[in-house]
């Protein structure tokens, strides 16, 4: 038997081409290999570009972790994890058991909590370094991926409220699925002994199928603005944090706004459906969810949701409709290119016993999933739907569903400082906190930040249409202010009283924020908001007020 090698130089010593005598089936196979383009059916690109896609979200989710972790869940954090900890393991028995496992789930209970932001950064620079040698490389194993889901779920475990949202949940899924499109060990784009499987590629796509049903599906049996078509004529201007076009989304004329919400329930709940209808139908279902989640994006600051909903959506593709994004000639497509003519002509290899046992896995992972979507199936089905929520402790299949309820008027928190003695001599001057991204000053251009994230300014949207007894938190944040609590202060864009002595008082104001028309006087002058002020959200409070306040929820006294 020859050599790929030798085959070589028998082609090429022919400079006419012409196949003839003993080389003659060689040399066709050598011809052929060379004028083969990308066959349908295979998913080694594909396969490349889902794990650089997943790679990239848990890269910024990693970011986004390592920047606000400490002031969040830190050992001075606002709800530091710690606590949470200790209150899980008194709630166990007081063990650190498989129970306690189970409840959380997490690395953290078998590190040293003597210095927790270290762990905390630990973490996430471990993922970060990982996720970002897959991304660049567009290499995995099943131990780089398993790495990156199970240092993400022990952050997710131990979030709380700041990690409470079902881009969490959809992240952990998607990483665990991520797993199973690679090798255990080796490393390669282009893995010979292990071909992507296709029931990991539809795994995926059963991803985006339920993502997309539940979201639409909440839509449906929610808020009636969507039925009525009119909650796009909200929804730019009061999702939690807008960007500059969602400025000049907001004032399109009313028929566009309708258009938007029909082609909303078109792309949620009869798209997603075509995945099932063979392969062009299942691009088109891929084309048409990633075209949206662009729209999106666009749009709106939505953390790395849309981004990561993009992921499952490129499972629609095969190696010949990705092939494009990759150089001819060289590296995984021409791989890819020497394997499809390889087994064009009959020349694959035996099953390896590796292999063997890698197809009982795959089978065993679609049994899995199949097993866990039963009640996701059924409360998608239910009247009484609940989405972003998981039904076992790894999150491994999860509901989903977005904006089921649209607000029809902005509401905001604005935190105040004076440096007064007395809060209510009228004149005393109050100089108001902004945040990274939320809506304040209102001259100041709505922030684009996507696929980034401040998960401060996203709660205290949140806060806004509750009151400050429901999100007690923002109380905690008011003592750190009056501190000057440089921890704190870091997830601020501005703080009035740098460089000065500390405020006296601080106080939480109510208010009502709208867009400025656009060719307005307003928008003239500058302003991008308009706002009325609806009173207080929590009167003005002093480090000795907060004494009692901090030492009934234990919380550290910010003066200590």
């Known amino acids: 038997a020859r050599s790929d090698e030798t085959i ?24 052929k290999k060379k004028s083969f383009s990308l066959q349908t059916g295979t998913y080694w690109l594909t396969r490349i570009v ?7 979200i848990y890269f910024v989710a990693f970011t986004v972790a390592y920047n606000q972790n400490k002031q969040l869940i830190g050992e001075r954090g606002l709800m530091p994890c710690k606590d949470y900890l200790l209150s899980v393991k008194r709630y166990v028995g007081g063990k650190i058991d498989m129970s306690a496992f189970a409840y959380t789930p997490s690395i953290l209970w078998f590190l040293d909590w003597t210095d927790m932001d270290a762990n905390l950064d630990g973490i996430s620079l471990v993922g970060m370094v990982v996720s970002g040698f897959v991304l660049v490389t567009g290499m995995a194993n099943m131990v780089m991926m398993t790495t990156l889901w199970v240092l993400y779920h022990s952050l997710v475990s131990v979030g709380q409220l700041w990690y ?17 499109l690679c090798p255990v060990w080796s490393l390669s784009q282009v893995p010979r002994r292990c071909p992507p499987s296709l029931i990991s590629i539809w795994t995926f796509r059963w991803l985006i199928v339920r993502i997309m049903l539940g979201a639409g599906l909440i839509k449906i049996r929610g808020d009636r603005c969507w039925k009525d078509l009119t909650c796009m004529d ?23 706004h309708r258009f938007e919400v029909l082609s909303n329930h078109f792309i949620e709940l009869i798209v997603p459906f075509f995945t099932f209808l063979r392969r062009r139908m ?17 749009s709106g600051n939505l953390s790395f949701l849309n981004w990561l ?44 016993r590796g292999m063997l046992i890698r197809r009982v896995v795959n089978v065993a992972l679609g049994v899995l999933i199949g097993y866990l979507s039963v009640p996701v199936v059924l409360n998608l089905l239910s009247s009484k739907q609940v989405m972003n929520t998981s039904f076992d402790p790894l999150r491994i299949v999860n509901t989903y569903g977005a904006f089921g309820s649209i607000t029809k008027e902005r509401a905001e928190v604005i935190l105040q400082g004076t440096l007064s003695e007395d809060p209510k001599d009228p004149g005393a001057v109050w100089e108001e906190y902004q945040f990274v991204c939320k809506p304040g000053e209102l001259t100041r251009r709505p922030c684009l930040i996507s696929p980034y994230h401040y998960r401060l300014d996203w709660l205290i949207w949140f806060a806004a249409f509750q009151t400050y007894e429901q999100s007690e938190w923002v109380i905690h944040i008011a003592g750190r202010l ?68 901090f030492k009934s929820r234990n919380w550290l006294h910010p003066d200590l």
């Open 8 to 31: 070589k130089c028998k082609w090429t010593s022919n400079p006419h081409g012409n196949c003839s005598g003993d080389d003659e089936g060689a040399c066709k196979y050598e011809r």
């Open 50 to 56: 889902l794990l650089r896609s997943i790679a990239f």
């Open 164 to 180: 409470s949202f079902g881009w969490e949940s959809q992240l952990l899924e998607t990483g665990f699925l991520g797993i199973f």
């Open 234 to 256: 909200f929804h730019y201007e009061t999702q939690p944090v807008p960007n500059p076009m969602s400025y000049y989304m907001h004032q399109s004329p009313w028929w566009f």
């Open 282 to 298: 299942c691009m088109v279902n891929g084309t048409l969810q990633v075209l949206f989640q662009v729209v999106l994006i666009v």
């Open 309 to 352: 909903t993009i992921v499952p959506s490129l499972a629609c593709f095969d190696d010949a409709s990705l092939g494009f994004l990759f150089s001819s000639g060289r590296g995984a497509k021409q791989t890819v290119l020497d394997l499809q003519a390889e087994e064009a002509a009959g020349r694959t290899h035996k099953p390896t």
């Open 482 to 549: 009056l501190a000057n609590d440089t921890s704190t202060l870091s997830l601020l864009e501005h703080n009035p009283f740098q460089g000065r002595e500390n405020p006296r008082w601080v106080r939480g104001e109510h208010f009502k924020y709208k867009f400025s028309p656009l060719g307005s006087a307003s928008a003239a002058q500058g302003k991008w908001w308009l706002r009325k002020r609806i009173g207080p959200y929590f009167p003005a409070v002093d480090l000795a007020s907060l004494r009692g306040y």
